[in-house]
């Protein structure tokens, strides 16, 4: 089984190779990604507020330090998330298809267990 480590871990789902040092830093750069844009949304409030305020005006300032105005920050807030979304589908294609894979030999569709285990390692 060249699938298989020695301590019996799968190392190869599917016919891409993925590490657990490729699951370990996905899961790190989701959380990072995570605290950032919990970071932004803690100081300037949701992403739909700040879409409401650029749609208002979008060149206010509001971040006098850094000049930025609400365009500025709903983009960074966007492309934070979005970022957050790309890792969480990386790590899908990764990891929970061959988990499904798994599943499915021993009778559980892949509908059967609703879990993100993403979430799961982000949370944790």
């Known amino acids: 089984m060249e699938n298989i480590t020695a301590d019996g871990k ?11 040092e490729d699951f370990a830093k996905l899961v790190n750069l989701g959380k990072e990604a995570k605290k950032e844009l919990e970071i932004l949304v803690e100081k ?11 749609q208002k005006d ?7 330090k850094e000049n930025k105005t609400v365009l500025d920050i709903y983009i960074e807030m966007t492309k934070k998330a979005e970022q957050l979304y790309a890792y969480h589908n990386a790590y899908h ?10 599943l499915m030999t021993i009778g559980i569709s892949p509908d059967g267990y609703g879990y993100d285990f993403y979430e799961l390692c982000l949370n944790n």
């Open 10 to 20: 799968i190392k190869t789902i599917r016919c891409v190779k993925a590490t657990h």
């Open 44 to 54: 300037w409030g949701n992403i739909e507020h700040i879409k409401e305020m650029a």
């Open 58 to 64: 979008a060149c206010h300032v509001i971040d006098q």
């Open 93 to 102: 294609v990764l990891m929970e298809e061959g988990v499904d894979e798994l």
